[in-house]
């Protein structure tokens, strides 16, 4: 879906007895190129952040279905373990959020215990900016690890999977 250059035109008064135009353009980077920035910056990551992402599938043309990988926090109950997920970006993204699910079982307020999907309550989700991007979500999952809700939550056997 090919999106236009949007351009807003703006018109404000300069002074007492003069007028004038501020013209303010914004450049809305259609789906395809933006997910391609993603791929890129997701195979060029360094591990150091704790997050990584990528496409599921080599020969997924259309960039809809990607695998995000947490290092869980050190000294949290998520220390120590790898946490996988699934990420759907649909058709408008990123004008609306990806579907995101742990793929591993997880103990954490913003993730459904039986299924592992993502709630849409989630403020990252439910406030959702066309400007965040795949990473910022998985930093932002890495961050609640670390959050006083979710650090100290008992967490599932290491290694169990949603169905």
Same mark, same amino acid.
Do not use: H
């Given at each position: ?6 351009v807003q035109f703006?018109?404000s008064a ?8 501020v013209?303010?353009?914004a450049?809305?980077v259609p789906?395809?190129?933006r ?17 990584s992402w990528?496409?599921?599938?080599g ?5 809809? !279905?990607?695998?995000? /990988?947490?290092f869980?926090? +050190?000294?949290t109950?998520f220390?120590?373990?790898? #946490? *996988?997920?699934s990420?759907?970006?649909?058709p ?10 742990f ?6 307020s913003?993730?459904?215990e039986?299924?592992?999907k ?9 406030k ?13 999952l890495?961050n !609640?690890?670390?959050? /006083?809700?979710n650090?100290? +939550? ?7 999977m #949603? *169905?």
């Amino acid at each position: 879906l090919a999106q236009a250059i949007l351009v807003q035109f703006r018109r404000s008064a300069c002074g007492p007895a003069t007028f004038c135009s501020v013209f303010k353009m914004a450049v809305v980077v259609p789906r395809n190129f933006r997910l391609l920035d993603e791929l890129e910056k997701g195979q060029k990551g360094d591990a150091t952040s704790g997050v990584s992402w990528g496409l599921e599938r080599g020969d997924d043309i259309m960039l809809t !279905e990607w695998n995000g /990988t947490i290092f869980g926090p +050190l000294g949290t109950a998520f220390d120590n373990r790898i #946490y *996988s997920l699934s990420i759907v970006c649909g058709p408008s993204y990123p004008d609306t959020p990806p579907e995101v699910k742990f793929n591993t079982q997880i103990n954490m307020s913003c993730a459904d215990e039986r299924t592992g999907k993502l709630k849409n309550a989630w403020p990252m989700l439910a406030k959702w900016k066309r400007d965040y991007t795949i990473e910022n979500v998985l930093q932002q999952l890495r961050n !609640e690890m670390s959050s /006083t809700a979710n650090r100290r +939550l008992p967490q599932p056997p290491e290694g169990a999977m #949603y *169905s």
